[in-house]
């Protein structure tokens, strides 16, 4: 087993949570999802009277699921998502089934994005996405307060700029 370099980043909990208006935003978005796939079996169940009963299965398989989507996922994905920057490296830890945990050394930086769709701009969220020299892809801070989202990419953005190079 080798021993890390001093200050290099190692696997480590990040230190902060994302929004607790997260979970409000994460359950909106799966009860519009929710409504999305029940419109239709209500309007099969309407014009095709020979599949209602069937319609009638479908449609409350698929409100038992959404509600419990709405209910337990938020929480979970809130309990679980963090994230930190320090002086090496953007750290995150994000999924609620499947978890990701990434770290992305700040000299691999390339670009830094917020983006604050209809929803996460009705509970004062955003998102920060951090392009990096990397075959894996960017690193997304999901559900982040609007005004940290905008620190944070004005802090990261200074800290790139301050290195130099071309993040390759």
Request: aromatic share 6%; charged share 20%; proline share 5%.
């Amino acid at each position: 087993m080798t021993t890390p370099e001093p200050g290099a980043s190692r696997l480590r909990a990040p230190a902060h949570r994302v929004s607790p208006r997260a979970r409000s935003w994460w359950a909106l978005r799966s009860a519009i999802t929710t409504v999305g796939l029940l419109v239709p079996q209500v309007a099969v169940a309407v014009v095709l009277p020979t599949y209602t009963s069937l319609m009638i299965v479908t449609g409350v398989a698929t409100a038992v699921v959404g509600v419990a989507h709405m209910l337990v996922v938020p929480r979970w994905r809130y309990a679980l998502h963090r994230w930190e920057i320090t002086d090496d490296a953007v750290h995150t830890l994000s999924g609620w089934l499947r978890l990701e945990w990434r770290i992305a050394p700040i000299s691999r930086v390339q670009t830094v994005d917020t983006d604050r769709g209809p929803l996460q701009r009705a509970f004062g969220l955003s998102s920060v996405t951090v392009t990096t020299a990397s075959a894996s892809g960017a690193l997304t801070i999901d559900g982040l307060d609007a005004d940290a989202a905008v620190d944070l990419a004005d802090r990261l953005t200074r800290v790139t700029e301050t290195l130099g190079g071309d993040a390759t």
